[in-house]
């Protein structure tokens, strides 16, 4: 399969590439990795008349500590985010989460500002990222802006950044150490997207719950934090009814997604069943 | 556009649309059929070459991504006609049934051998996800590159 023919830009700097998005807009598309951008535009569910490909942009690749925060440069691929130290010592969860994503030749080239930015609401990332509490950083020829991921996802690969911005890097605030996290996802077999993925974050104090976020993807046009759950955790003492009454509400009053991977009423059982087990996990039972 | 890369150690420098995709550079235009077209979406591993050190699907790489790079494919693998340990390891095993996903197992292999320490059966199996052998002949794929592994 061969996509539409475009024309294509290779910007050598951030704002070289700036420029160009600035001139050409909504009629071009900015090329990471190419790994989700690619398959679009061979099945010809995509096509753009201009490509800007920012593959060059070396300054775009780091993975660094700063200001009790971990800076990853948009460009990182998925196997470099996996592979690191720095993350693996630092927020485990996201090294697993990383390694989880598609297979080897996938994060070989998949980078983590390209899959923020195509929002797909079945990816990795993005429940972590969520539980996390991470920003993205948002620059155009007009300066920058910092978003948090919770504002960032819109709906189905589509994100709040304007069309004049590039996402350039992506900061994570280094955990308390007493918050434990933990993902898990439902691939389907074929694809290895989640079908439904959960990220949860949970801080005990003894056997109350001091702090916890809780995540889903795959179930909504948008990952999303479950505020109305985590509140009725909050300060709580954490047993096994508590955790499956609670656990009843998940996916309550959302527009939950049916095809035919899975319907509503069994990615809300998935749901159900990952938080259910990352609580107990987490909480060390 | 034009774009220079070295594929096996041979330095091209080729004209091709802004749409020509990794493989079909490598197939059509080098005339290097090794490399195969399995599925064409990224699910099969058939197409996976080296290129600067990391196995990529090159059926979803743009030939200007490789601008630069150096690749390496399956027929890069064995030097001076003594064949690479992870071919020996696909021969001594019987690491092959049909043998079309196999150029694409040979290459990730490369790199596996390359860059892991650990090629436990649970990893290895974890680390051919994106390679898939529709004769299912993944046990013995595993027990090739394990013995590749031993030679490197």
Do not use: W
Request: with cysteine.
């Amino acid at each position: 399969m061969i996509p539409a023919t475009f024309e294509c830009y290779r910007p050598k700097t951030v704002d070289e590439a700036l420029s160009l998005i600035s001139q050409y807009k909504d009629e071009a598309k900015v090329l990471a990795g190419g790994q989700s951008l690619i398959p679009m535009m061979k099945l010809r569910f995509a096509r753009y008349p201009v490509i800007i490909d920012i593959g060059g942009l070396d300054e775009l690749r780091f993975i660094k500590e700063e200001d009790g925060k971990i800076k990853i440069g948009a460009l990182t691929k998925h196997r470099e985010v996996e592979k690191s130290e720095l993350i693996s010592s630092k927020i485990p969860v996201l090294s697993y989460c990383a390694s989880e994503i598609a297979d080897i030749q996938v994060r070989n080239m998949g980078t983590i500002g390209g899959s923020l930015a195509h929002a797909d609401p079945s990816a990795d990332f993005p429940p972590v990222m969520l539980v996390l509490e991470a920003d993205v950083v948002a620059k155009s020829q007009n300066g920058e802006r910092t978003i948090s991921v919770k504002d960032l996802f819109v709906s189905v690969f589509e994100t709040s950044l304007k069309e004049d911005e590039l996402l350039t890097e992506v900061q994570i605030p280094i955990p308390d150490n007493n918050m434990k996290f933990g993902y898990k996802k439902f691939p389907h077999p074929a694809t290895g997207f989640a079908v439904v993925n959960c990220a949860v974050g949970l801080k005990m104090n003894g056997n109350t719950v001091e702090d916890i976020r809780v995540a889903f993807g795959g179930m909504t046009t948008s990952p999303y934090r479950d505020y109305e759950l985590e509140e009725k955790l909050k300060g709580k003492e954490l047993n096994d009814s508590l955790i499956e009454e609670v656990s009843d509400s998940i996916g309550e009053g959302k527009d939950i997604i049916s095809d035919y991977y899975a319907d509503a009423d069994y990615r809300k059982h998935v749901a159900k069943t990952f938080f259910k087990r990352l609580a107990n996990e987490l909480r060390g039972s | 556009m034009e774009i220079s890369l070295t594929v096996n150690g041979e330095k091209h420098t080729v004209d091709v649309p802004p749409n020509t995709l990794l493989v079909y550079l490598l197939r059509e235009v080098l005339n290097l059929t090794g490399t195969h077209i399995g599925c064409d979406t990224s699910s099969c591993g058939a197409c996976t070459v080296i290129m600067n050190g990391k196995a990529v699907k090159s059926c979803t790489v743009f030939a200007f991504q490789a601008d630069g790079a150096e690749i390496i494919t399956v027929e890069g693998l064995a030097k001076n006609g003594e064949l690479h340990p992870v071919q020996e390891g696909f021969m001594e095993k019987h690491g092959l049934q049909c043998g079309f996903c196999t150029p694409g197992m040979l290459v990730l292999a490369y790199e596996l051998v390359n860059t892991e320490e650990d090629l436990s059966e649970e990893k290895l199996r974890k680390a051919l996800k994106g390679n898939l052998c529709r004769c299912t002949g993944y046990q013995k794929i595993v027990e090739a590159i394990q013995y590749a592994k031993e030679k490197v």
